[in-house]
């Protein structure tokens, strides 16, 4: 079982930046994990996804300016999001599989682990 805490979410203008964090109650580098967000009224759908390695994978949406990383000490996971839109406001989850295979990085099927999710709000 993973236990996976997100952090740092917030309200910012649009062009501003914020910095997710995910804390795991395991260190993360044996997982493969991602970044997910739900809009109301719309489906959760993936922003970002990291291998076990650093093999990486991005929406078209966030493309560009999104960086998905892990680091200190049980690796935690960040989501870097730069120039941010109002579109980019909804509530992001951080996930984590813990089963092999780099397939549908962005499909919420994918990841058995999930967190309660943190607000990101940005106003025009």
């Known amino acids: 079982q993973v236990q996976l805490v997100e952090s740092g979410g917030g309200s910012v203008q649009a062009g501003g930046s914020l910095t997710l964090s995910c804390s795991a109650s395991?260190?993360?580098?044996?997982?493969?994990m991602g970044w997910f967000r739900e809009a109301p009224g719309k489906e959760r759908e993936g922003v970002a996804a990291?291998?076990?390695?650093?093999?990486?994978e991005y929406s078209k949406s966030v493309q560009g300016r999104f960086v998905i990383s892990r680091g200190g000490p049980k690796n935690t996971l960040y989501l870097q999001m730069n120039n941010l839109k109002p579109e980019d406001t909804a509530t992001y989850y951080c996930?984590?599989?813990?089963?092999?295979?780099?397939?549908?990085?962005?499909?919420?099927?994918?990841?058995?682990?999930w967190g309660q999710g943190t607000q990101v709000t940005v106003s025009s």
């Open positions: 395991v260190d993360t580098h044996s997982l493969y």
């Open positions: 996930a984590a599989e813990d089963s092999s295979g780099w397939y549908e990085p962005l499909g919420r099927f994918r990841y058995t682990y």
């Open positions: 990291i291998s076990r390695g650093v093999t990486t």
